[in-house]
C-alpha cells in the first residue's frame, strides 16, 4: 500500500484500530502486554503459514550451516512469540514515565558514547530488532545531553506516522526521512549530532556489495557515507530482551568505516540474540533488472564463505557469467507437464535439498510465470538467455 497524503478509508479505519488498541495497553501493566504479545505471535505462528515459512527461510539463509531444520523451526516459532511481544509493548513505551522505562533498561557501553560525542557527531547504526520504540528514546534517558537525530522512512498510514512523529519530536528527536539529503544529515553529525540509522534492510542491486553471514548481498552505504562525510564515529545501537517486559541497550564502537563493517557489526548483533531480530522482511531477496549485477562488485581475491545457489530446471544447460565462488550451478530434473501442486512439491522438495535455500531458478522462459508463482519470492530467470554474450 502506498503512503498517501489524503487518508483513505482503510488509513482511517487501521487509525481508530490503532488508537483503541493503545486506549486499551494504556490500562494494562507492561507485563501483562508483553505476556499477550507473546500468545498473540504464537497464534501467528499458527495460523499463518506463509509468515512462518518466510521467517524459516531467512533463518536457513543465515543459519543454515550451523543449525538443523528442527532447531530453525523451533527458533520460528521463538521469534513470532517475542516479536509479539515487542510489538505489543512498544505502543505502551511512550505512556510510561522516563523513571518507569529506566526501571526496564540496562544499558551496555554507554560510556563509548559519551566519549564519542566529546569529539564530534557519531553515526549509530541500528538493526530492526528488540522494542524499537526504546531505542528511538532510550538515548535520552542516559544521562548527558544528546542532540539526537534519526534517519526514517515514513509510515505508509499517513494518520499513525503523524502520531508516532509528534510523540518523538515531544522528547527532541530530530526527524530526517528518507528522501533528507545526505548533505543535511552529515552536517547534523559534523555538528556533534548522534544520528541513528537502521542498515539492516533490502537496498538492491544500487547497495553496496557485502558479506552478510557468508553470503553476497548488498547492505546500505547510507551508516559509513556519512560517517565519513561528517567526520563522525560508528557506533553499534541494539536492543535485546532479557526478561519479561525488560531489555537491555547496547553500544558498540565500530572501528571501520566502512559498509562492510556495518554489515559485520549487524551481524553480530543478530546472533548475539536471534529470536529478538524482525526476520519477517525479506532481506535476501534479489530483485531488479539486472538482478545478479551486483556480483560483478567482488574482488577476485575475497573469499565467499556461503555463494548463492543457482538451480537450473530446463533440459538445456545453461551457464551464468559468475564464477563459482559467487553462485553455485546445479540441474535438477521437473516435470512441466505435472499439475501445480506436484510441481510445488517438486520444487520445495528442490529448495530443502541442501542446507542453503534457492536463490535463483532458472527454466524455459514459457514456463517463468508460472514457476514465479509456485516458488514464492525466489528470483526465475530464464535458461534460454544467453548470459554469456
Not at 75 to 99: H, M, W, Y
Not at 114 to 119: G, H, I, Q, R, Y
Not at 241 to 265: E, K, L, M, N, Y
Not at 324 to 350: A, H, M, P, Y
Request: glycine letters at 6%; aromatic letters at 8%; hydrophobic letters at 40%.
Amino acid at each position: 500500500m502506498s503512503r498517501s497524503n489524503s487518508p483513505t478509508l482503510s488509513h482511517r479505519l487501521e487509525y481508530c484500530a490503532y488508537r483503541a488498541f493503545e486506549g486499551m495497553f494504556r490500562i494494562l501493566s507492561l507485563e501483562t502486554v508483553f505476556r499477550l504479545g507473546e500468545f498473540s505471535g504464537l497464534i501467528v505462528h499458527r495460523f499463518n503459514p506463509g509468515r512462518r515459512q518466510q521467517v524459516i527461510r531467512n533463518l536457513r539463509l543465515a543459519f543454515g550451516d550451523e543449525k538443523s531444520r528442527p532447531e530453525i523451526e523451533q527458533l520460528a516459532e521463538e521469534v513470532f512469540e517475542r516479536t509479539g511481544a515487542n510489538f505489543l509493548t512498544s505502543l505502551k513505551i511512550p505512556f510510561l514515565s522516563d523513571e518507569e522505562i529506566l526501571g526496564r533498561l540496562d544499558f551496555e557501553g554507554l560510556d563509548e558514547v559519551f566519549e564519542a560525542t566529546d569529539k564530534g557527531g557519531i553515526v549509530m547504526v541500528s538493526p530492526h530488532m528488540g522494542n524499537w520504540e526504546l531505542l528511538a528514546q532510550a538515548i535520552f534517558l542516559a544521562e548527558g545531553k544528546f542532540k539526537v537525530g534519526t534517519h526514517y522512512r515514513p509510515l505508509n498510514n499517513a494518520l499513525i506516522n503523524a502520531v508516532v512523529e509528534r510523540r518523538r519530536k515531544r522528547r527532541g528527536l530530530q526527524l530526517f526521512a528518507k528522501k533528507s539529503s545526505t548533505h543535511q544529515i552529515a552536517s547534523f553529525v559534523r555538528e556533534g549530532g548522534a544520528m541513528g540509522i537502521l542498515a539492516d534492510q533490502r537496498v538492491g542491486g544500487r547497495g553496496a556489495a557485502c558479506l552478510f553471514f557468508g553470503r553476497p548481498t548488498t547492505c546500505s552505504p547510507l551508516p559509513h557515507l556519512i560517517a565519513k562525510r561528517g567526520k563522525g564515529l560508528l557506533v553499534s545501537l541494539s536492543c535485546t530482551t532479557v526478561g519479561t517486559a525488560r531489555w537491555q541497550i547496547s553500544f558498540r564502537h565500530i572501528p571501520t568505516i566502512s559498509a562492510q563493517a556495518c554489515a559485520d557489526s549487524i551481524e553480530q548483533d543478530w546472533r548475539r540474540s536471534p529470536v529478538d531480530v524482525f526476520w519477517f522482511e525479506d532481506r535476501w531477496r534479489i530483485q531488479g533488472k539486472q538482478p545478479l549485477a551486483f556480483l560483478n562488485k567482488y574482488q577476485d581475491d575475497l573469499e565467499i564463505p556461503r555463494p548463492l545457489r543457482s538451480v537450473n530446471l530446463a533440459p538445456e544447460n545453461c551457464e551464468l557469467p559468475y564464477p563459482g565462488r559467487l553462485i553455485t550451478q546445479e540441474d535438477q530434473e521437473v516435470d512441466f507437464d505435472e499439475s501445480d501442486q506436484l510441481l510445488r512439491r517438486k520444487l520445495n522438495e528442490i529448495a530443502d535439498s541442501s542446507t542453503t535455500p534457492v536463490d535463483v531458478f532458472l527454466c524455459p522462459r514459457s514456463q517463468m510465470k508460472r514457476i514465479k508463482k509456485l516458488s514464492g519470492k525466489i528470483l526465475v530467470l530464464p535458461a534460454e538467455e544467453d548470459y554469456l554474450s
